[in-house]
């Protein structure tokens, strides 16, 4: 079956901008995970969904980053005033139920700040 | 919070000997122990994975020991083959009710033909 499906593979902005990440999880899966992964590092936690609630967002950096699955599937990752620093690959997760659950990682989505 | 420690960083072996993967953690309340591989431009993809009641864990060429006592956590590719050249993540999840992994810093595992 399909996997998890991130768009767009790749994003090129400029310092500043706003973006926006965009996350499917595998259908059925209720817990969805946003992951940033710097270049040579493990994956860092960002934030976790359970349903449409954000149950933990303690890894987001700072309030320029925010995320939202209104309808408990699709996500988006938000970065607002990006800079520099956000340049990294974005990877979103989905597991079928909380909990001590495989998390199926897609393939990212590698953002690039100007 | 949680902490994992991943070695070595690289790890260049002749095709069909094995390679050894070696992780600590810090929390001791940690109980999930899962192993990622990835290649170049993909997300990281499952391979194994180890719970705490659990000491070792093998599927085919590959396996995982878990030792709670000592807080680290091994995993161990027999037979190597050319395409298990990629980078490997250990990961833990700490006892925080859902499944927050914390990663290592990963493994860069060369087969040589």
């Known amino acids: 079956g399909a996997g998890v499906s991130q768009t767009p593979s790749n994003k090129v902005t400029e310092k500043g901008k706003y973006v926006e990440l965009r996350c499917d999880p595998i259908?059925?899966?209720?817990?969805l995970y946003w992951y940033r992964q710097s270049l040579g590092q493990g994956p860092e936690f960002l934030i976790y969904?359970?349903?449409?609630?954000?149950?933990?967002d303690s890894g987001l950096p700072n309030d320029r980053f925010f995320a939202v699955r209104p309808e408990g599937s699709v996500s988006t990752l938000k970065i607002q005033r990006t800079e520099r620093g956000d340049s990294a690959v974005y990877l979103c997760?989905?597991?079928?139920?909380?909990?001590?659950?495989?998390?199926?990682f897609g393939p990212g989505t590698r953002l690039t700040v100007l | 919070g949680e902490n994992v420690e991943q070695h070595p960083s690289t790890l260049s072996v002749q095709e069909g000997d094995s390679a050894v993967i070696k992780c600590t953690y810090s929390?001791?309340?940690?109980?999930?122990f899962p192993w990622y591989k990835q290649e170049l431009g993909k997300g990281p993809q499952l391979i194994i994975d180890?719970?705490?009641?659990?000491g070792e864990k093998k599927d085919q060429r590959i396996a995982v020991t878990l030792n709670k006592t000592a807080k680290h956590f091994s995993l161990h590719i027999t037979e190597t083959q050319p395409e298990d050249s990629a980078v490997y993540f250990c990961?833990?999840?700490?006892?925080?009710?859902?499944?927050?992994?914390?990663f290592g810093t990963g493994t860069r595992l060369l087969v040589s033909p």
């Open positions: 969904f359970q349903g449409t609630g954000a149950a933990d």
């Open positions: 929390d001791s309340a940690s109980n999930y």
């Open positions: 259908s059925g899966h209720t817990a």
């Open positions: 990961a833990a999840s700490g006892n925080t009710g859902f499944q927050k992994l914390v």
């Open positions: 997760a989905s597991s079928l139920v909380v909990g001590l659950d495989t998390q199926y």
């Open positions: 180890i719970r705490s009641n659990v």
